[in-house]
């Protein structure tokens, strides 16, 4: 299992979680996107939303041992994993604690702090282009980091960790992650398992539930109960480790 990280953290901000399923049949690693956690970026200011999943689409090939592969994939990483998945023929199933699809304008309001004025920005990011792409801008500032969680300290935490939601990103990556169409995951016919939690104040649920009807299936949908977007609270976290492993189960099952 690879776990992808989102906007707002980065792979040892996930590892606490991941790490509930070592020692349970499945082998589990982190992965640090360029711009966040530990990965050194020679030029900062050119990478886009592309390199993202071309990283991962070449991270899955290079560990390919002949194992099946489930992509885990949380906030901005849920669609992220199933648009990787597409292009891969290594993955046999898709976890997504968040399906947000930046296309959408009730996503891009929940998303972003310009709440509903982000349908009037819109059209501007044709504009982000040569010097403008490679001004940077602290992720905090464009995302409300704020409802990360149900305790208000998770999201200042978040915004203060400088491998993570303190993260400076280039313009042209917003730009081209609010942009990205994100077709080939809606192409591709692979199990994508949608576990949402329920008391996400940051990323309602029916937005990611809007997306997962779009994908063409296998899907299935289950609620984390009690916990808010960084899926930490109980019973919802609980919830969380069932499930990857009911996932981890059905995947070894189909390959017998």
């Not at 966040?36 to 886009?48: D, F, H, M």
């Not at 390199?51 to 090939?61: G, P």
């Not at 972003?112 to 009037?120: D, E, F, H, K, S």
């Not at 990323?203 to 009807?213: I, M, N, Q, Y």
């Amino acid at each position: 299992m690879l776990v992808v990280h989102g906007a707002g953290a980065h792979g040892s901000a996930l590892w606490p979680v991941a790490s509930l399923l070592a020692g349970r049949g499945v082998d589990v690693a982190v992965v640090d996107l360029p711009l966040y956690g530990k990965t050194k970026t020679l030029s900062p200011g050119t990478v886009t939303y592309k390199d993202w999943i071309d990283l991962l689409v070449d991270l899955v090939a290079a560990e390919d041992d002949g194992r099946p592969v489930i992509l885990l994939g949380a906030s901005i990483g849920g669609l992220l994993t199933v648009e990787a998945a597409a292009r891969s023929c290594s993955v046999a199933a898709v976890v997504a604690t968040c399906l947000l699809d930046p296309q959408e304008r009730d996503a891009r309001s929940a998303m972003t702090r310009l709440g509903r004025l982000a349908a009037i920005f819109m059209p501007m990011l044709r504009l982000v282009r040569g010097p403008i792409a490679r001004v940077t801008v602290k992720i905090s500032w464009v995302a409300n980091l704020s409802l990360m969680g149900r305790d208000p300290g998770l999201g200042r935490l978040c915004a203060k960790d400088a491998h993570g939601g303190g993260a400076w990103v280039p313009l042209g990556f917003l730009a081209s992650f609010m942009q990205h169409p994100h077709s080939e995951a809606r192409t591709a016919v692979l199990p994508v398992h949608l576990m949402h939690p329920g008391l996400d104040a940051w990323t309602p649920s029916e937005l990611s539930e809007a997306t997962v009807r779009t994908l063409p299936g296998p899907t299935t949908s289950r609620p984390l109960r009690g916990c808010g977007h960084f899926p930490l609270e109980e019973p919802g976290l609980q919830d969380l480790i069932d499930g990857l492993e009911a996932v981890a189960a059905d995947v070894l099952a189909s390959t017998k």
